[in-house]
Every structure is written in C-alpha cells, then in structure tokens.
C-alpha cells in the first residue's frame, strides 16, 4: 500500500492511495444504482393497473412495457430487490475495504464502515428513491418498465433459482413466488385472520375496500349527470328551499345556460340562514346571491387523492368533468366512503335494493348495477369495454335508449327493461332471467305433475277432485262413505 501517516491524535494510519479512491468510487456508484432500483420498485408497486390501462389508451411511451409488468409484478419486483441488496452490499464491502485500509485498528474500521453505510443506506437508498418514487409514480414507472424487463429477461432465472434454493432450505411450503411484501400478500395475510377469526367478516371486506380504493377512479362513484338535481341561478330562496325539502338534499349545483355551465353550489343552511333574515324579501332574493363556489375534478381521478383533497380543502361536493369540458356527474365524501364501508342512508333514504331475487330464474337489479358483478353472479363473459351499468348495457345492445318492456338476450341472459323512474323516464329496474337447467326443468315438471295429479297412487280421492268426490274426512274429524254419483 502506501506509507504512514501521523494524526493529530498520536494514532498512525495509512496514506490514501489510488485503489482507495477506486473503491470510494465504485461504492458510491453502487449506492446509486440501489437508489434507482429502490424508486423503480417503489413506483412499480405504487401504480394502479387503472391508471395502466389509461397510459396505454394515451399510447404514453413505454405503457405497453408498464402493462406487462404490472401483470406480473412479482416476476419483475423480485428482480429488482435482488440487484438492490446486491447493490448495497458490495458498496458496504467496498467501504470497509476503504476504512479497513485506512485505519490500523480493524474493529474501528469495521465498525465505521458499518455506521456510514446504514445512514447512507437508510437516506440514499431508503429514504429518497422511494419517496420520489410513490409520489411521481405514474412517471418513474413508465420510465422503469422498459430497464425492469430488459434485466429481467437476462437475470430472471437468477432470482427464481435464488427463490427456489431458498424454498428447499425453508421447512414447510415455501412461496412459489417469493415471501416478499405486496399487495396481494397483504391481501391473503387479511383473508388469513379472516379464517382464523382474528377479524370479522364485515372488516375484512372494509380492508379490501381500502386497498381497492387506490384503485378506483372518481367515475366509478359520482352520481352521473342524468340523475343530478339542480337548480338555476335566477330562482328564489324560496323556490330553492322548496327543491332542497323535496329532493332531500343538502347541497344543490347551481347551473347558468344548461347543465354543463354549473357555476356554484347552494347549501340548504345558507338558504335557512338567508330565509330566517329580517331583511329577507322573497321577491328579489335570488340563488346566485348565497351559492359558494364549486370545485371541479376530473373523472380520471383516483378516489383516494379526491378524498384527501376535499378533506384538506373541508368541502363536501365535488363536480366531475369529463375529457370534454362537459359535466359527467357529481361526487361527494359520502359517495367516498360508501366504496369502503357500504350503503349509508339516513332516515330519509328509500333506495331500491341493488339485487333482488325473484325467482330461481330471475334476478331484478337496479339500472346502475356494475355489469362485471353480472358476469361475475352468473359466470359469463359480457363484452361491456365502452359500458359500465346494466342499464348502458340494455342500451348499446339495443342501440337506442330503453323503454319498459325492452328486451335483449346476451350470452345465454335475458335482460328486460322493468320500470322507468326519475323526471326523465329513463330505466330504473332490470330483469334479468337465465335459462333453466335440466334439472331445474325435470324439477319444475314433476312439480307440476304433482301439483296437478290425482292422489289415488295412495289410494285416497284427490284433493280437489271434481263434483262427486267426497273428502275423507268430515269436518269433526270422522271418515265419511264414498257415494258414487
């Protein structure tokens, strides 16, 4: 190496030489590279599939990549925490072969090495790449999934031979995947404490829904335009007033030339407020004098950001506008929390229930109800890419807007049209009615035929049996003579 050097404190150490600042370089370099890994598999697990599926309809570069990922994240994922740990560690053998060279006492060195790399890990590497990461999700991820699939395709099997050597040491099954934290683990740890009644049922599924929440775009909740109460902006506090105690609503949109043009929201306490005045006239007291301001949000937003936007910014109503500049519907915190803890009424609410069964064959659901939940209920596949409800479903096979009584039959199911509801007439109710199995056919044929036979297979006169026939019994209990006619 080099030679010796005095410090000020009496202790010799040796000169700094070439191969010391090589290593110091190299280290450093791998520290970077960790942190790369370390934002590429924070975004990777931090982006939604539903914002996936929007970056490839935009024809963003590198969607495409995004998407495949994203199909398989552990394959990929595994992958980079591999490379990540590796990165880490060379550099803290790089180090301490740096302080080990540097320092005559070997525990001082091994013990500063130690002491630098856990605070340059933990900032570097821990702290920064992920943060960037989860908040420029969408951005890094597109950037990453190309980088992230070109090493998988050469390291790949690294990581699965790494996965399955660690499985055969490991008693018991082991994960064909890897025991890696995620989303999905996260999800059968919760279905785990389920089936061992560390939780309930109904907390299980406000678990899944928080998770899904992420997942969810402002479009999957708002109220839609066509169902939207509304008022203009020259009508009186007391024509308001008198809207908000019909609808029972609360909060009213305000609108100027037409629906798309919404420029406030009225709130019933300001109307009572505005009404209770002794200067109240009114005459001349109008909406657009008392309506706040409205807030707009796109309907490509995530629920979870809208949540935490309208909670900071303490609003309640948002209004949903569509790619167009139109107004799509509108959104509230109630509408929020319903997709994590269910339906919530009030003592006014006298909603329709969203599933109703009929019959053994017939199932009655509301216009709205999510047509995935259909196929899901009845095990089939319906083409719905351009729709979301039943009631949008009845109306692109149909090709016009439905009517009670329209009927239509997809993939095995008859969908009718029941009931028109709403100041526009448009469908409330569907029926949907699947064919009867064999069985259920065989079923229902021997039930008519036993409904309708004789009961002289046991010897006795039929129930209901034609003039002449004389019950068995009288009615104090004693039998009675057969008389022929």
Same mark, same amino acid.
């Given at each position: 190496m080099g030679g010796l050097a005095a410090t000020g404190c009496g202790q010799w150490r040796r000169a700094v030489t070439g191969w010391d600042v090589v290593l110091a370089v190299v280290a450093g370099f791998l520290v970077v590279l960790a942190a790369l890994l370390a934002g590429m598999d924070a975004a990777l697990s931090r982006v939604s599939r539903v914002r996936v599926e929007e970056l490839v309809r935009e024809q963003r570069r590198g969607a495409r990549q995004l998407q495949t990922v994203v199909a398989d994240p552990p394959r990929y994922l595994n992958l980079l925490l591999l490379l990540r740990i590796a990165g880490e560690l060379a550099a803290t053998v790089a180090v301490a072969a740096v302080f080990l060279d540097l320092r005559p006492v070997r525990w001082q060195a091994l013990l500063l090495a130690a002491g630098v790399m856990t605070l340059v890990s933990y900032v570097v590497v821990g702290v920064a790449p992920r943060t960037i990461g989860q908040q420029q999700a969408p951005r890094v991820a597109?950037?990453?999934?190309?980088? #992230?699939?070109? !090493? /998988?395709?050469v390291l *790949?099997? %690294?990581? &699965? !031979? !790494?996965i399955v050597v660690g499985n055969a040491l490991t008693p018991g099954k082991g994960f064909r995947e890897g025991p890696f934290a995620s989303e999905a683990e996260l999800r059968d740890l919760v279905d785990l404490a389920e089936e061992r009644q560390v939780i309930e049922h109904d907390e299980r599924q406000m678990i899944h829904s928080v998770f899904?929440? *992420? $997942?969810t775009l402002v479009r999957g909740v708002m109220v839609p335009r066509t169902d939207m109460v509304f008022i203009e902006r020259d009508k009186t506090v007391r024509q308001a007033l008198a809207l908000a105690l019909r609808s029972g609503f609360s909060r009213i949109p305000v609108v100027g030339e037409n629906v798309d043009d919404v420029i406030g929201i009225v709130y019933l306490k300001d109307l009572v407020r505005r009404s209770q005045e002794p200067r109240y006239i009114d005459g001349r007291d109008v909406v657009e004098e008392i309506m706040r301001s409205p807030s707009f949000v796109p309907e490509s937003k995530p629920v979870d950001e809208l949540l935490k936007e309208m909670q900071a910014q303490q609003i309640h109503m948002a209004i949903v506008i569509d790619e167009y500049g139109g107004t799509a519907g509108l959104v509230t915190i109630e509408d929020i929390l319903e997709e994590i803890v269910g339906e919530i009424a009030d003592e006014y609410d006298q909603e329709t229930p969203p599933v109703e069964q009929v019959d053994e064959c017939t199932t009655r659901v509301t216009a709205r109800f999510p047509v995935d939940e259909v196929a899901a209920m009845y095990d089939v596949e319906l083409d719905s890419d351009d729709v979301e409800t039943v009631g949008g479903l009845?109306? +692109?096979a149909l090709g016009r807007v439905p009517i009670p009584g329209a009927t239509? #039959? %997809? &993939? *095995? !199911? #008859?969908? /009718?049209?029941? +009931?028109? /509801?709403? &100041?526009r007439n448009q469908i409330g109710t569907v029926l949907i009615t699947r064919p009867m199995t064999p $069985?259920?056919?065989r079923d229902e044929a021997r039930d008519q035929i036993s409904d309708g036979a004789p009961d002289r297979v046991r010897g006795q006169e039929p129930t209901g049996a034609p003039v002449g026939a004389v019950p068995a019994e009288n009615r104090l209990g004693e039998p009675v003579r057969e008389r022929a006619v």
């Open positions: 597109l950037r990453a999934a190309g980088i #992230t699939m070109a !090493l /998988t395709r *790949g099997p %690294l990581a &699965r !031979l !790494l899904e929440l *992420g $997942d009845l109306a +692109s239509v #039959t %997809l &993939r *095995g !199911l #008859t969908f /009718t049209a029941e +009931s028109a /509801t709403g &100041r $069985d259920e056919a």
